[in-house]
């Protein structure tokens, strides 16, 4: 592994300084010594049947109580923020929109992306007051592409909505479940949002256990 290491650089802020950090059965797991994100090498990535095929399994709908619940976690910290009226996309939204569904029911416009399900790229080309993306960037095979698509999405002072569970120290990650979805291949942490924060000049609020929330700046400059 440290000569295929070697060979890595991260995924987020393409820094070659990275380490293996864990490694099971399964998988290994390299770490960012710069923006500290976890991620899986590409030769552990699923290809796209497969992967489609995990999706495929999630029955998320909308008269599901306890879904609309674990939603709202995001749904009502973000609703707080938002004027009357403003327009967002739910990016990543899967088979079952629930949370698009909850907050146009509060009236909300809401747009969707997800590349399986809402292949809609259109959407992609315009800026939204708010972006929703929940249980979505631990999927991200290319994040640092992928967040820059989704800064480039935000209107100056408009909220990037985050749900996705946190990584902690190594003993806490051997234990975790959350790493042994095959689909999970980036995983983020306050360090992470923290210096995407600080390099991309957004502000950053952490809100329970798994609910990040960034602004971006109203300066266009």
């Known amino acids: 592994m440290s000569a295929q290491a070697h060979d890595l650089h991260c995924p987020l802020c393409y820094h070659f300084h990275v380490t293996l950090f864990w490694q099971d059965k399964q998988r290994c797991y390299v770490r960012c010594a710069q923006c500290?994100?976890?991620?899986?090498?590409?030769?552990?990535?699923?290809?796209?049947?497969?992967e489609q095929a995990q999706y495929d399994l999630h029955i998320n709908a909308d008269h599901d109580q306890g879904y609309r619940r674990f939603l709202s976690r995001v749904a009502v910290p973000l609703q707080a923020r938002l004027a009357k009226g403003s327009q967002g996309l739910d990016f990543g939204c899967g088979p079952g929109p629930v949370l698009a569904s909850m907050l146009a029911a509060s009236g909300f416009a809401m747009a969707l992306y997800d590349p399986y399900y809402a292949p809609n790229r259109q959407v992609l080309s315009q800026q939204y007051d708010f972006v929703c993306c929940t249980e979505?960037?631990?999927?991200?095979?290319?994040?640092?592409?992928?967040?820059?698509?989704?800064?480039?999405?935000?209107?100056p002072g408009a909220w990037?909505?985050?749900?996705?569970?946190?990584?902690?120290?190594?003993?806490?990650f051997s234990r975790w479940h959350y790493k042994q979805d095959p689909t999970h291949v980036s995983?983020?942490?306050?360090?992470?949002?923290?210096?995407?924060?600080?390099?991309?000049?957004l502000t950053v609020e952490f809100i329970g256990n798994d609910v990040i929330?960034?602004?971006k700046s109203e300066s266009t400059t």
């Open 36 to 50: 500290c994100l976890i991620f899986v090498p590409a030769r552990y990535w699923l290809d796209a049947t497969a």
């Open 136 to 155: 979505a960037i631990e999927h991200f095979y290319h994040p640092g592409k992928e967040w820059s698509l989704l800064l480039s999405l935000l209107k």
């Open 160 to 172: 990037l909505a985050i749900m996705t569970k946190l990584a902690l120290d190594k003993a806490a």
């Open 187 to 201: 995983f983020f942490s306050r360090e992470t949002f923290t210096w995407l924060a600080t390099r991309d000049g």
């Open 213 to 215: 929330m960034l602004q």
